[in-house]
């Protein structure tokens, strides 16, 4: 009512402009365009509204039900996951630490919605993570035939989710704060030098992203390396790695999927990387020297550069030339 | 320093004997070493040096070498600002990787056809018993002492290059070096496309010819970063190298630029021949009949039939008085 003004506003305590406008044209684009304002927004109870206290809670049941149960429909599912997981906020981490922890709108800015080819779409796996909201009944033909029409899907590329775990977990000082591991620490550094980072980076689609590993199809169950509910703890990391490598076997988990080349923490590896690295200068300048000092040399002895008159050296060359 | 060395050129020099300085033939007379100087080259070639296969697998490395660097270097540089514009040409780094396969596949399958033809032609050599492995790439000492020889001689110690082979030892030094780039290329490159099946074999490998060797802990994390890190570094050396020293060589340097017709011909011109391979020119004399002609008749019109004439230093040799040095001076004395 009020927020379609598009400069309903005011000056906050702070004395920084805010901007109370909600742009109808980009709200109806939105997921979340069937859903009233009130029914996220609950504690608003009467027009004009008491100021704001509390933050929107994503695992409110609202009015829209799901058409095959009936039932109303709430994010309280993944929201359960999620408050298992490393993100969420713990009683006793430190202020700093929960203030730090992504919320769910931290992740899900409305819209993402990205143009796919509808062969493209991995129907299994998508479907798999309706799955964390919906119940299994009529969804699959539901959902195929949305997207058979609409061509859209909500979720992120893998270059845009790792730029989204970036965010923090590239802030090496922040992380430093919470007390990461060292591997925590350069985590997107090493993944960058991967081979899955170097394909993600450069915008391919079938390498591993951070939740590919990180994460099972319930996207949110993200735990500590020595969480035992963890995909990547040491028990669970054979079927992590064959979602994609099939032959995984108990040899390949071990080869590191944040490989560092540092010398702290891998020395041969730094050591043959360094010798590689002399190899190469030495042959590259060693060869080009050769080849400068016999141009040099053969130069000096009377050869010329074009090959006219049947030679190239400065004899019959210089004759011919002036007969 | 500088008169210890003019001391060393200079006896470098009487040294020389000369049965160095000539080469006698049967039928052809004494070859000057340097008559490459005086003969008549056809830039397309005049003696035979590539069979058809070697120029055709020449090409077909040459190529696939350039699209596996094209579509595997902004792969491993995958954050300069060029690389996506480069896979982009490819259609994206997904097809890109698909066509880096299929190249190296096709590489793969040429290094096998080369060694077919290699092997085959050996047997046939060694079947009628014309097999003269001073004659091929194989290594051996006397190309150590060639090279030492002509960086004396690029330096001004020694008058005349050495008198190599058919291979020079910069060729058989890229030849191994091409030898051991694409095992490891291909090796490593392997160990990147199946990780999982790679990384279970060679420990288990291992474990089978020697059961106490340590193949747990680390080693298959070791591999695979030697893998990664090999096969990135041996590439970009050996695009380096090529792009460097190999096209400057064979295109750039005097004599050979602006472009050497020998990868397409397969034929080599006969100053070159003469001054890098002489002794693959004496077997050409030999097995030529032509060339043999062409040289004789060359020797007698430059009047170089008798080697009594042939004076003690180089630079005082009929052949030199008639041509470029002599007439120099002259130009030099009328002008002063």
């Known amino acids: 009512m009020c927020h379609k003004y598009r400069f309903l506003g005011r000056v906050d305590e702070t004395g920084k402009t805010v901007n109370y406008n909600v742009d109808e044209k980009i709200f109806v684009n939105t997921v979340h365009k069937n859903v009233s304002c009130r029914e996220c927004h609950t504690y608003i109870k009467k027009v004009p509204h008491d100021p704001v206290s509390e933050q929107v809670n994503c695992g409110t049941q609202c009015h829209v039900t ?240 074009l090959l006219r008159n049947g030679t190239s050296w400065l004899g019959r060359a210089k004759q011919k030339d002036k007969k | 320093m500088p008169a210890s060395t003019e001391t060393a050129a200079t006896t470098v020099e009487q040294a020389a004997p000369k049965d160095d300085y000539l080469t006698y033939v049967e039928g052809v007379g004494h070859i000057p070493r340097d008559i490459y100087k005086y003969v008549k080259s056809d830039p397309a070639g005049d003696l035979p040096r590539y069979s058809v296969h070697i120029v055709i697998q020449h090409f077909l490395v040459s190529t696939t070498f350039l699209v596996l660097a094209a579509t595997g270097l902004p792969l491993h540089f995958s954050d300069v600002f060029w690389a996506p514009y480069l896979t982009a040409l490819f259609g994206g780094v997904d097809t890109a990787r698909y066509i880096h396969r299929i190249a190296a596949y096709i590489m793969m399958a040429t290094a096998a056809y080369h060694l077919v033809v290699v092997t085959g032609g050996t047997i046939r050599k060694v079947l009628k018993n014309e097999f003269d492995y001073k004659r091929t790439q194989i290594p051996r000492p006397k190309d150590l002492f060639d090279m030492l020889h002509d960086i004396k001689y690029f330096l001004g110690f020694e008058p005349f290059r050495p008198k190599m082979e058919k291979f020079t030892y910069k060729q058989k030094l890229h030849y191994l070096a091409i030898i051991w780039g694409t095992t490891v290329l291909a090796v490593a490159g392997t160990a990147l496309l199946f990780p999982d099946i790679v990384s279970k074999t060679i420990p288990e490998a291992i474990f089978k010819i020697s059961p106490r060797a340590i193949t747990d802990g680390g080693f298959p994390s070791l591999f695979q970063d030697i893998a990664r890190l090999m096969h990135a570094d041996e590439a970009v050396m050996a695009l380096i190298v090529l792009a460097f020293w190999h096209l400057a060589n064979v295109h750039i340097v005097p004599g050979r630029f602006p472009f050497q017709w020998t990868f397409l011909t397969g034929r080599i011109t006969r100053e070159h021949q003469i001054e890098e391979h002489f002794l693959e020119y004496i077997h050409n004399l030999s097995e030529i009949p032509e060339e043999k002609e062409y040289m004789k008749n060359l020797l007698k019109e430059k009047g170089f039939e008798r080697p009594s004439t042939m004076p003690a230093s180089p630079g005082e040799h009929p052949l030199e008085s008639e041509a470029g040095p002599a007439k120099e001076s002259t130009f030099e004395r009328e002008e002063s």
Request: glycine content about 4%.
């Open chain 1, 66 to 305: 799901t058409p095959f149960s009936k039932e109303r429909f709430s994010h309280g599912r993944i929201i359960e996951i999620y408050n298992g997981s490393a993100h969420a906020p713990r009683p006793d981490d430190s202020p700093e630490l929960k203030e730090a922890k992504p919320d769910c709108k931290f992740c899900h800015l409305n819209p993402i919605y990205t143009k796919v080819e509808a062969e493209k779409i991995d129907f299994e796996a998508s479907l798999r993570r309706c799955m964390n909201c919906h119940e299994e009944k009529g969804v699959t033909v539901a959902y195929e035939h949305m997207t058979h029409r609409l061509g859209r899907k909500t979720s992120r590329s893998p270059q845009e989710i790792v730029e989204l775990c970036a965010k923090c977990h590239q802030d090496v000082e922040l992380m430093k704060t919470f007390q990461v591991s060292e591997r925590g620490l350069t985590a997107v550094e090493t993944y960058n030098q991967s081979i899955h980072g170097k394909i993600v980076t450069l915008g391919g689609d079938d390498a591993a992203d951070c939740i590919s590993c990180h994460a099972s199809d319930k996207l949110h169950d993200i735990y500590k390396k020595d969480d035992r509910r963890a995909t990547v703890a040491e028990k669970n990391l054979r079927k992590t790695c064959a979602q994609c490598h099939e032959q995984t076997n108990s040899w390949f988990v071990q080869v590191a999927v944040h490989p560092t080349t540092e010398r702290e923490e891998n020395p041969i590896v730094f050591f043959i990387n360094l010798s590689l690295r002399f190899a190469l200068y030495g042959t590259v300048f060693s060869l080009v020297g050769l080849m400068l000092l016999e141009t040099y040399g053969r130069k000096k002895h009377g050869i010329k550069f």
